[in-house]
């Protein structure tokens, strides 16, 4: 089992930037790759950027391309998403997500086994 606990989560006003971190614990050491995903209030939970854990290759929905950076620490067995420019249409939480599959869809949530419990991120106009 993987155990994944966010932080980071806050308040913000548009244009601000915040950094979520997501710790990884447990049996980390066949995760193939991790993921940050949102969801807002009566909406789906959707993707936000993902990274592979042996080569870091990064993935970013179109929203948050070049605002959002996804990066890892191995030694560390955390993730983070540096959240800058941020706008009210951010509002949401934000859950991490591991797979230890390596070759699955990155953009789909029922890819990934594990789950945190989420931070919330509020953003104001």
């Known amino acids: 089992q993987v155990q994944l606990v966010e932080s980071g989560g806050g308040l913000v006003q548009a244009g601000g930037s915040l950094r979520l971190s997501c710790a990884a614990s447990?049996?980390?050491?066949?995760?193939?790759?991790m993921g940050w995903f949102r969801q807002a209030p009566g909406k789906d939970r959707e993707f936000v950027a993902a990274?592979?854990?042996?080569?870091?290759?990064?993935y970013y929905a179109d929203s948050v391309k070049g605002r959002f950076t996804i990066s890892r620490d191995n030694a560390k067995k955390t993730m983070y998403l540096q959240m800058n420019s941020l706008k009210p249409e951010d509002t949401a939480g934000y859950y991490c997500?591991?797979?230890?599959?390596?070759?699955?869809?990155?953009?789909?949530?029922?890819?990934?086994?594990?789950w945190g419990q989420g931070t919330q991120v509020t953003v104001s106009s």
């Open positions: 990274i592979t854990w042996s080569a870091a290759r990064t």
């Open positions: 447990g049996r980390t050491g066949s995760t193939a790759r």
């Open positions: 997500a591991a797979t230890l599959l390596p070759y699955s869809e990155y953009r789909q949530a029922s890819s990934y086994e594990h």
